[in-house]
């Protein structure tokens, strides 16, 4: 549990121990909440003094951005929220105000992107295809449901995706938008992919390389769309592109608690058993055809270009990230 004190209202709390909790989840969606989270803090607070108003804002964009370390959406929807108070705003309300716009055109803009992401990428997919997804993406869904609104048939191999099983909440949102759906066991994957027309997934971070970080297995998907040359696409918005790794910074993966892989009495009748629990990997530039995104389509090459026009460099520093490598040992 994330330790409560009286700063912030609950609400905030309940936010950031979702998060880390994976009650709330998917890049997108954590983004979104954390932004939420900040316009929530900047409502409730109850001091006034605009410097003590900004070192609170700062607190608390602290406290969200430490919940989940891989996906660069939180600290970046977090830095797009803080951005309000580096510009000129010299009164508390102001300040306030900033704030919460900051976070509104945030939400805002993180709906308008998955509509985008939907209209460019359905036309990668043609009528009669078989589509492969991993874990559960809104970015690949929206695009699988926008080929299916065009009156494309297709058919959708939704992996499990253990240890949390993301890919039943895929299949239940393909089925309620009337797509043919067939859950598998990711581990079937190489001997399903014969059948495999594309593959789309999700990203919780881009990096400056190209490189996709996504739900663990997503490499190994990627090994096998590369094996037979099946197209392997990735669905993201470009907030999920990182600045961080423009400037040298290796994405941390998170490791998460065994008791996600086996249940507590089996690990307490084995305690010299070692269990390791990454919940993503990295997939490389050379077997992603295209990262479709809310700006368009463009090859993984051009990730840096995308990152250097929509960030520059990092606005909020490693210490408010709080970005500590996990020990894997
Ligand atoms: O933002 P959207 O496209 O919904 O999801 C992107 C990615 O976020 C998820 O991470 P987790 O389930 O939070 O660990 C999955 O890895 C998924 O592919």
Known sequence: MIKETALFPQQVYQIANDIRD?????AGRIAKAAAEALKIAAESYKGEDLEDFKRYIKEAAKLLTSTRPTAVSLPNAVSWVLKALNTNVNTLQAAREAVINQANSFIQYADQALRKIAEYGEKMLRDGDTVLTHCNSLAAIS???EAHKKGKKLHVFATETRPMYQGYITSEMLLKEGVNVTLIPESSV???IRKVDRVIVGADTVAANGAVVNKIGTSLI??????RAVDFFVATETFKFSPYTLIGDIVPIEFRPPSEIVGVDFLKSHPNLRILNPAF??????YITGIITELGIIPPKAAAIIIEEMYGRPVISSEILGRVEEDIS
């Open 281 to 286: 990997d990295v997939t490389p530039p050379n």
């Open 143 to 145: 695009v699988i449901v």
């Open 22 to 26: 994976m009650k709330i989840r998917g």
């Open 190 to 192: 190489r001997q399903i």
């Open 222 to 227: 990627a090994l096998a769309a590369h094996e």
